[in-house]
């Protein structure tokens, strides 16, 4: 298990990002990317993204991908979890990493949008992936 979060001071706890990244890059055959500028970071698994890291008005933000209703239950639960910003609120959430949010949470919720994204890929694809890490793909 990843610790995300440490002290920052007076007791706030913050995000640590490089953690988070060594979480999402733990999944098999993660690749992270930075096409739009040097820090908004965009997690592929082949060539398909499955989560998105961004600083947004001073907060930062972990999009991941979600089944619709789950999507909706989330945000109803969490006051951390909101529609996506900048991408289908359908389908994409946006997870504040305030340190609120507790880091089981955060990674089951990595770990669904993973899966979401392996169970679309192209049937020979995500096959080749099932064989390549088995138990692994859909934690």
């Given at each position: 298990m990843f610790v995300f979060f440490c002290f920052k001071g007076f007791g706030v706890l913050s995000v640590?990002?490089?953690t988070l990244k060594k979480y999402l890059l733990?999944?098999?055959e993660a690749e992270e990317h930075y096409p739009f500028d040097n820090h908004t970071g965009v997690f592929k698994v082949q060539g398909k993204m499955f989560?998105?890291?961004i600083k947004k008005q001073n907060k930062q933000l972990l999009n991941l991908k979600c089944d619709p209703a789950h999507a909706i239950e989330l945000r109803d639960i969490f006051a951390e979890v909101i529609p996506a910003y900048h991408m289908n609120k359908r389908h994409w959430n946006s997870v504040v990493l305030d340190g609120d949010l507790p880091n089981g949470e955060?990674?089951?919720l990595i770990?669904?949008?993973y899966g979401l994204v392996v169970k679309g890929l192209k049937k020979s694809i995500r096959?080749?992936?099932e064989i390549r890490y088995a138990g692994e793909i859909y934690k």
């Open positions: 640590n990002i490089e733990s999944k098999p989560a998105l890291l955060i990674e089951r770990d669904h949008s096959e080749g992936l």
